[in-house]
């Protein structure tokens, strides 16, 4: 017998929860939970709570354990686990195999915690100096070099055992806005989106260590007037189609202030376009409300229905690749030597 549609629609969603131990009822009935500094006191507690999050799921439906971790200003676990600067600045090392090297280590760290996923790397193209909340966030200014290294980290997540998903797709270089704020929009016309922030995407979509890719808040005029997270012609049309990606779409939080109606219009607006999980990183009580939203209109939309069940097959599957922990955790002192020598 297959999952019930309240199961189904539940999976769709990762959620954040509020401390450092799983409480009764935080993840239920969700497919996942995303780590934040809030939820991080040590290793040792990381590995307990990674432990509970197993423990709780059915045995059928492993939970994605996923994290921010890309280094620099953007860190969750701190020493003693691998210290990275800013991805600009290990771009501008221009040694890919490094880079590869780097992020196959933090990948064994993560893995050795119970974590299964890395929101990263981090596809966007810097081509704007103001641009407020992805900088040096970024590999690079040109999407060439964006897209080696893009590419040579995603390879090394994978190597060292996570399940990867670049974003945000289809790039938020080029804005002035900072989506956790308000909406951007990008007004570059469809070639110059083409050559620059669909690249780096266009190269990471044909790899096999790419599991995902994260959505972006951000309106692209040329193809629509609405953000990307809820595009069908961005999700569809260009990402599954043209860049002919199988991989799960991830939206980026449905809790930013980009997205201005409410959650659960959000949910079942981002699931329609083409997403097939949801982020709900702060507040469970929201994710309650998406879930009670994608349940109701898939009981009375069998088109919408037919897109949920897509993807929550399509998402299930990905996580049960990499169902828990592997390991014990190992800190790399070499490499992390290495890396300050490199950058003086």
Sequence with gaps: MGASLSVMCGQLLVVGIPGHELAADDTKPYGGVTLFKRNVASIEQVVALTRSLRDAAPPDLPPLVAIDQEGGRVVRIGPPALALPAMRKIGDLGDEAFATRLAR?????????????????????????????????????????????????????????????????????????????????????????????LAPFAALARRPSVSAMMTAHVVFSAYDDKPATMSSVLLGDVLRKELAFEGVVFSDDLEMKAIAMPIGEAAVAAISAGCDALLVCARLDLAAEAHAALVHEAEKNGAFRSRVEDAFDRFVAMRRRVPGASGTFAPHPELAEELARRLG
């Design 105 to 197: 280590a933090q990948a064994e760290e993560l893995r050795a915690l119970g974590i299964t996923m890395s929101f990263g790397p981090v596809a966007d193209v810097n081509t704007r100096p103001e641009n407020p909340v992805i900088g040096d966030r970024a590999f690079a200014t040109t999407p060439e070099a964006v897209a080696r290294f893009a590419v040579a980290w995603a390879d090394g997540l994978a190597e060292g055992g996570l399940l990867t998903c670049p974003k945000h797709f289809p790039g938020h270089g080029d804005t002035t806005v900072d989506s956790h704020l308000a909406l951007p929009r990008v007004e570059r016309a469809r070639g110059a989106l083409q050559s620059i922030e």
